[in-house]
């Protein structure tokens, strides 16, 4: 029997080119400012219009500012993109959610919380962080400039297949210990490159158990294995998630569609080209040390030494651990860090903010840190204020800052000074990733929370009141 992703795949293929690509259809294409500009030049250059512009969606995200978003945009290439993005999209007749509007916030975030990205579609949009919406069961993954007019034209693209593979974590994780964990843990294992050429589905006990938000984590980060995607297959918890969303099915065809999507499984005789096992309870809370996600250790572990390094990569880590100011087998528990960034479409739901709440509640921000609580969308900051979240952050000495990439990247006035450590829940520690010199931390909500507190990275289970 065929994997789920055959399934979904060969549904959408117009046509297979000999010895070439295939013509694959695709549901629904996001658009953010960044990526779009030429694709829409190369539209009006040929004198073409959308094709299905009904299928299209976008909103200004990476350049939005996350303060003061009532006023103009102060940098001019930024303000000069979130221009063109809504110029473009008033010609060519695309629904966009606009700045200062209750439908923005980041598109990651924003398409699976509307019911945009729906359980076998096949979704892309101009950013390699596409993958996220995997978690609802679709088959997502980002596209170049080019391809995004190819879309935009005709609907369609030109992909070569992937390669299938399964990554089945079983067991249960441990107290503190969160989907960012997870994929911290399985980039570290499969290096930055170990999913190259793959599609990677998530099975397996500790996936089961994930909340959606969770998965949308976890599916986020599939990008910094090298793989194309990475997609966890609908069941019951999918299905409740996207219930009476603005754009999800209604009525007779909420039942039609969700009767289709039970079928969205791999059969249990399905055959992958590769499938790979891990035991959730071997997982503790992550940090990384380096400037790639893979370069990751326990948050009690030790930064490995050169004889653990393969000779052919001893040039690359020294590089890193130099930017970093690290040493190798250094413990990084108890070092000082300057920032902490609660944010990107990788940590900025509402999930997210309840975990960094949960351990800075009673307590207070440690004078040193500059933090940014940013969340991934309007509608985030709405659940935040009508659960509290808010009352218990302003009272640690937090302030929520307003939806947007916010520190994920350094398009917007969010950048983390160079020299400075940041312990961010975002994707990316490349070198100069969060501004120029900075050296990022990747870690979950919980490790960043712990952060906030002690001013140094701290482990999460120590503070956690559930432990």
Sequence with gaps: ??????????????????????????????CHEVTSPQAFEGLRERSLKVFRPDHVFAMPDHNVPTHDQDKQIEDPIGRKQVDTLDKNCEEFGITEFKMNTKDNGIIHVVGPEKGLSLPGMTIVCGDSH???????????????????????????????????????????????????????????????????GYFVEYSGDVVKDMSMDGRLTLCNLSIEM?????????????????????????????????????????????????????????????????????????????????????????????????????QPGEKLLGHPVDYVFLGACTNGRIEDFRAFSSIV??????????????????????????????????????????PGCSACLAMNDDKIPSGKYAVSTSNRNFEGRQGPGSRTILASPYVAAAAAITGKITDPRTLLTDK
């Design 1 to 30: 029997m065929n994997t789920l992703f055959d399934k979904i795949w060969d549904k959408h293929v117009v046509q297979i080119v000999k010895d070439g690509p295939t013509q694959l259809y695709i549901d629904r294409l996001y």
């Design 226 to 326: 090298g793989a194309r995607g990475g997609f966890v297959a609908p069941d019951e918890k999918t299905f409740e998630f996207l219930k009476d969303r603005e754009y999800a099915p209604k009525g007779e065809d909420w039942n039609r569609a969700v009767a289709y999507w039970k079928t969205l499984q791999s059969g249990s005789d399905a055959v992958f080209d590769k499938e790979l096992n891990f035991n959730g309870e071997n997982i503790e809370p992550r940090i990384t040390y380096g400037t790639n996600p893979g370069m990751g250790i326990d948050i009690n572990g030790f930064i490995p030494t050169l004889n653990m390094i393969s000779e052919n990569e001893q040039t690359s880590f020294k590089k890193a651990l130099n930017y970093m100011g690290f």
């Design 130 to 196: 596409t993958s996220t919406h995997g978690a609802v069961g679709a088959i997502a993954f980002g596209i170049g400039t080019s391809e995004v007019e190819m879309v935009l034209a005709s609907q369609c693209i030109l992909q070569q297949k992937p390669m299938s593979m399964r990554i089945n974590i079983n067991g249960h994780l441990k107290s503190g210990v969160t989907a960012k964990d997870v994929a911290l843990y399985l980039m570290s294992k499969l290096t930055t490159s170990g999913a190259t």
């Design 361 to 402: 509640k009673g307590k207070h921000k440690d004078p040193g840190i500059t933090a940014w609580l940013v969340p991934g969308s309007w509608l985030v900051d709405e659940q935040i204020r009508k659960e509290g979240l808010d009352k218990i952050l302003e009272t640690a000495g937090f302030k929520i800052r307003q």
